[in-house]
């Protein structure tokens, strides 16, 4: 694997066998008392269906609640999804091949697309 990269140096390249990427973070819904509304949940996080509506029909979930892609950009394009859905007639899919990510690290990595 390459990872092309630019700092205060110019550009550089680095090439490795792996690359070791740790998000960490378990949705925390315990306190959130979905039990009451029947809403269903798991300990990755709150059950949805494919438009991002969970057990209890008008009722959305997005973002880490999930435990799916912890990260920001999956969570705007759960948003939309779930708005739209809210309030057009028609049911419409989360599209995570649209959604771009990107990791804060010292050496910053983004992908967008399918390659």
């Known amino acids: 694997m390459h990872v092309l990269f630019e700092n205060q140096h110019g550009q550089n390249e680095i090439e490795a066998e792996r690359l070791f990427l740790a998000l960490g973070r378990i949705p925390n819904v315990n306190h959130l008392n979905l039990d009451a509304v029947n809403i269903k949940y798991n300990k990755k996080g709150i059950e949805v269906n494919h438009a991002s509506e969970t057990s209890v029909k008008n009722i959305y979930a997005v973002g880490d609640v999930l435990g799916l892609y912890l990260l920001s ?29 990107c990791n804060f690290t010292s050496l910053e990595l983004a ?3 399918l390659t």
């Not at 950009?73 to 990510?101: M, S």
């Open 73 to 101: 950009n999956f969570a705007n394009e759960q948003g939309i999804t779930a708005v739209q859905n809210a309030f057009l007639p028609w049911k419409k899919r989360v599209d995570y091949t649209k959604a771009e990510w």
């Open 111 to 113: 992908s967008l697309g």
